[in-house]
T-cell receptor, first 114, second 112 residues
């Protein structure tokens, strides 16, 4: 297993366009998390899945954001009608639950909205 | 919102010295974790300490947790230039440690 994989690594889009990011977690990990990180800040929680069920969404996740994990494996995060304020690093992480384990993060997708 | 606050925000030391970073949090926790992030990369899990533990070691890392003061510290001994990175504490609140809430991080620079 090569860890958590995120694609693309970088995405530049024009304001108003839709973008979709993909995350492939570690195969045996049942929990998958999405975080957003802006420059100089710590990651902020967006949402997480237990297998295919979305268990929690942050208030940060406006109705322009949607996340799916259709078969309990990979996940997608879509942002519709992007705004300049959406520019950030989007991080995906996975872990095995239950248990006191840390998260395994991917390298992130850096989104720039111009 | 950010649960943890790291102190200091930035730390610059010489190779071979020890580095200590502190983290304070606001609510009761299930466990506290420390992560490292190199510039522009994802986070790497360093160490997890449960709420009923007071101290934990992993290689050159030593973490302490004081739940009465709602604070934790990360000590890196005999630092190396490769330790240069941002360090974040993160708290897990739920019974099985659901989502993590991160602090704003400490930027550590180790000068050769």
């Amino acid at each position: 297993d090569t860890g958590v994989s995120q694609n693309p690594r970088h995405k530049i889009t024009k304001r108003g366009q839709n973008v979709t990011f993909r995350c492939d977690p570690i195969s045996e990990h049942n929990r998958l998390y999405w975080y957003r990180q802006t420059l100089g800040q710590g990651p902020e929680f967006l949402t997480y899945f237990q297998n295919e069920a979305q268990l929690e969404k942050s208030r940060l996740l406006s109705d322009r954001f949607s996340a799916e994990r259709p078969k309990g494996s990979f996940s997608t995060l879509e942002i519709q009608r992007t705004e300049q304020g959406d520019s950030a690093m989007y991080l995906c992480a996975s872990r095995l639950d239950p248990g006191h384990y840390g998260y395994t993060f991917g390298s992130g997708t850096r989104l720039t909205v111009v | 919102s950010q649960q943890g606050e790291e102190d200091p925000q930035a730390l610059s030391i010489q190779e071979g010295e020890n580095a200590t970073m502190n983290c304070s949090y606001k609510t009761s926790i299930n466990n506290l974790q420390w992560y490292r992030q190199n510039s522009g990369r994802g986070l790497v899990h360093l160490i997890l300490i449960r709420s009923n533990e007071r101290e934990k070691h992993s290689g050159r890392l030593r973490v302490t947790l004081d739940t009465s003061k709602k604070s934790s510290s990360l000590l890196i001994t005999a630092s190396r230039a490769a330790d240069t990175a941002s360090y974040f504490c993160a708290t897990a609140l739920g019974a099985s440690g659901s989502r993590l809430t991160f602090g704003e991080g400490t930027q550590l620079t180790v000068n050769p």
